[in-house]
């Protein structure tokens, strides 16, 4: 048994750190981003959902236009969930399709629009957002099979600052335009202080490649918080070993298998452990986990 190791934890954040990211939240992702403040040399944006994404866009936009970041997309053309870090190669050769001069669709996995975002379209890259997702990637088993978290993970093996975001809802087709903007604003808000702080949060084990960043932003929590004037609380987690899907498939009385996912929403299980990620989803809060890209052997 191996599973992704845990990094150390996060320094605890100074009064000046929380009274600026709390500003930030509120004043959501209408202005621009603050001048003079370090930047990525570049952001390699991938997904797992594909270009259909009802987050992606937005948060696209918000990198560029509120922050002020020079992003590339390299995005998978169709939707490849479940996938982990699967670099499958593709059946035929393919062409890039260029949307524009900085997004470009392909028909490979998360991880393998890293690769070959990493080594051919963008080397200049120097930090690797995946997602949003649409859902969570929280609990052991999820972590370990998201194609958002894969795309991370891959960029961080290959020797960048990564982090995973996703965005956890109750029920599909749940959310609002104001909770996508609520939610965008926030995951936009903590990609930019992981990355000031990269450093100074993470000591001796900072360098490029030797840890990466799993970020979960509950979308009812996000409009409930900027609702009320309140930043949403950020928390540390552990990935909770327990809670996760069960059966993933179903067979009909014809004898055909269909993917019909099945089991208590992650984060309404009444084992979830405290401190873990996904009992801090389900008290609305974010859930920021920090990764080591480590297979450790199993205890004998």
Known sequence: AASLQRGGPLKQLSATRVGRMQAASRAGSGGPAAEGQGKPR?????????????????????LREHLRWNTFVC???????????SLKPPVTDFRVDRKTEQDAHVPISPASC?????????????????GPNVGHNVGQAAVLS???????????IHGRKAIAISFPFKGWGSWTDADIEAAV????????????????????EAAP??????????????????ASGRAMERVETAIDPAAGYTSLFSIGEDGAVKWDPTGQRVFDSPDAQEGGDVACVRDGKVSI????????????
């Not at 995005?75 to 870090?85: A, C, E, F, G, H």
């Not at 890293?114 to 995946?130: K, M, P, R």
């Not at 986990?289 to 004998?300: D, E, V």
């Open 209 to 226: 490649g030797a840890m990466f960043y799993n970020v979960n932003v509950p979308l009812w929590a996000a409009r409930e918080s900027e």
């Open 114 to 130: 890293v690769n070959l975002g990493l080594y051919q379209l963008c080397e200049d890259c120097d930090l690797v957002i995946s």
């Open 185 to 204: 604003a926030v995951a936009l808000d903590v990609t930019q202080d992981l990355w000031r702080n990269w450093d100074g949060d993470n000591g001796g």
């Open 42 to 62: 570049r952001v390699l944006l991938t997904n797992d959902d594909g270009p259909e994404s009802p987050f992606f866009a937005r948060f696209a936009a918000g």
């Open 75 to 85: 995005l998978p053309d169709s939707n490849w969930s479940y996938v982990s870090k």
């Open 146 to 156: 998201s194609g958002t978290v894969g795309a991370a993970l891959e960029g961080c």
């Open 289 to 300: 986990t920090r990764l080591k890209p480590t297979f450790q052997p199993a205890n004998r």
